[in-house]
T-cell receptor, first 114, second 117 residues
């Protein structure tokens, strides 16, 4: 069964600290993996997207890694800011062409305290 | 502003009623996708339209239907509403013809929060 599991479910860190969010998936055949940031009550916003051949991608203070062999991804946030408080969703696609499906994790709720 | 416009932002209605949610895709995007996000649940894919035609169906109830018009805006119709239909409904759009998994990715709107009382 194609699934995406994220951990931890929630995380609280102090402003300025780093953190790492985890994503494990069983989706096959794998096409690409995306990380989204979703502020409360808002639509998800794309942070990174990686294909099978990419093992790291950065977007400012966000760095995503992908290990396609172990089917794991992580999202590392550096020097956290209050505005980083949001849900971070890992999304895996099973196909890059027609009728490919997306599988969504339930997200990690990150809270950054001052 | 993501470029994907959803209206209304909030909707409160009674059980048994019917509502219509509207989505205008980003300029140039031909595909529209609808998602449901219930409290503490992940996003659930409902349906995709490409250039006016239904392209893919997900976990969409028979009480729900959608269409995409010639100007590419889309409407999601929810009927015989139940308390469990209370959720955030998101629309996303992309330029590509492909399914959800298309590499080009897509852009989400800000959602419509539906509350059924």
């Amino acid at each position: 069964k194609n699934q995406v599991e994220q951990s931890p479910q929630s995380l609280i860190i102090l402003e300025g600290k780093n953190c790492t969010l985890q994503c494990n998936y069983t989706v096959s055949p794998f096409s690409n993996l995306r990380w989204y940031k979703q502020d409360t009550g808002r639509g998800p916003v794309s942070l990174t997207i990686m294909t099978f051949s990419e093992n790291t991608k950065s977007n400012g203070r966000y760095t995503a890694t992908l290990d396609a062999d172990t089917k794991q991804s992580s999202l590392h946030i550096t020097a956290s800011q209050l505005s980083d408080s949001a849900s971070y969703i890992c999304v895996v696609s099973d196909r890059g062409s027609t009728l490919g499906r997306l599988y969504f994790g339930r997200g990690t709720q990150l809270t950054v305290w001052p | 502003d993501s470029g994907v416009t959803q209206t209304p932002k909030h909707l409160i209605t009674a059980t048994g009623q019917r509502v219509t949610l509207r989505c205008s895709p980003r300029s140039g995007d031909l595909s529209v996708y609808w998602y449901q996000q219930s409290l503490d649940q992940g996003l659930q894919f409902l349906i995709q339209y490409y250039n006016g035609e239904e392209r893919a169906k997900g976990n969409i109830l028979e009480r729900f239907s959608a269409q995409q018009f010639p100007d590419l805006h889309s409407e999601l119709n929810l009927s015989s509403l139940e308390l469990g239909d209370s959720a955030l409904y998101f629309c996303a759009s992309s330029v590509a013809r492909g399914g959800q998994g298309d590499y080009y990715g897509y852009t989400f709107g800000s959602g419509t929060r539906l509350t059924v009382v």
